[in-house]
């Protein structure tokens, strides 16, 4: 069980597109998800935290402009990378905390690695 | 901010090896987490501390929770080859929902040459 999936698993696209990642948790019910941005060789900086129904909420120095979150049901958050540029290349994960479980797992999906020409 | 420092940075195993590494905080957290990423990967969840001086086993995975709340650590004994990766530790404060964790930089298991 708590198994988070994302979609998709690897991207490439040209400077100036948008791109959206989903993340799905496919086997309980997420009121909170997570989205996370990983550097090579670095640690998980977090991003924004999503809410179902509501709005994200976006760490310091993130655009939320730049990166538009969607929780549209229990199950699913997207995030879209408006305007691309290369410098926005980098892993993006998602996790989601167990709304039955214990207050602070988070499970995290596979990750998204994206690159932009 | 709070950070987490997690050390070492990287380590060296053979086969059969136990292994530690720990995470320390300069503030107080109510959980204590446990991850592996292998590369390419998402996190994967190895173990969950709720209790300060919480001592816990997941097959050959110990890890412990300290009793002043700013500390961590985790041991894998006879370490195999699968057990490369990246080792982090995550720290969140409360119990209400939403509650962001906050990361250690990793610990590098890597294979002796």
């Known amino acids: 069980g708590a198994v988070v999936s994302q979609h998709p698993s690897r991207v490439i696209c040209k400077s100036g597109t948008s791109v959206k990642i989903e993340c799905r948790s496919l086997d309980f019910q997420a009121t909170t998800m997570f989205w996370y941005r990983q550097f090579p060789k670095k640690s998980l900086m977090l991003m924004a935290t999503s809410n179902e129904g509501s709005k994200a909420t976006y760490e310091q120095g993130v655009e939320k402009d730049k990166f538009l979150i969607n929780h549209a049901s229990l199950t699913l958050s997207t995030l879209t990378v408006t305007s691309a540029h290369p410098e926005d290349s980098s892993f993006y994960i998602c996790s989601a905390r167990y709304l039955l479980g214990r207050y602070n797992e988070q499970f995290f999906g596979p990750g998204t690695r994206l690159t932009v020409l | 901010g709070q950070q987490l420092n997690q050390s070492p940075q990287s380590m060296f195993i053979q086969e059969g090896e136990d292994v530690s590494m720990n995470c320390t905080s300069s503030?107080?957290?109510?959980?204590w987490l446990w991850y592996k990423q292998d590369p390419g990967e998402g996190p994967v969840l190895l173990i969950a501390l709720y209790k300060a001086g919480e001592l816990t086993s997941n097959g050959r995975l110990t890890a412990q929770f300290g009793i002043t709340r700013k500390d961590s650590f985790l041991n894998i004994s006879a370490s195999i080859p699968s057990d490369v990766g990246i080792y982090f530790c995550a720290g969140t404060m409360g119990t209400a929902a939403g509650n962001k964790l906050t990361f250690g930089g990793g610990t590098r298991v890597l294979v002796k040459p």
């Open positions: 503030s107080i957290f109510n959980t």
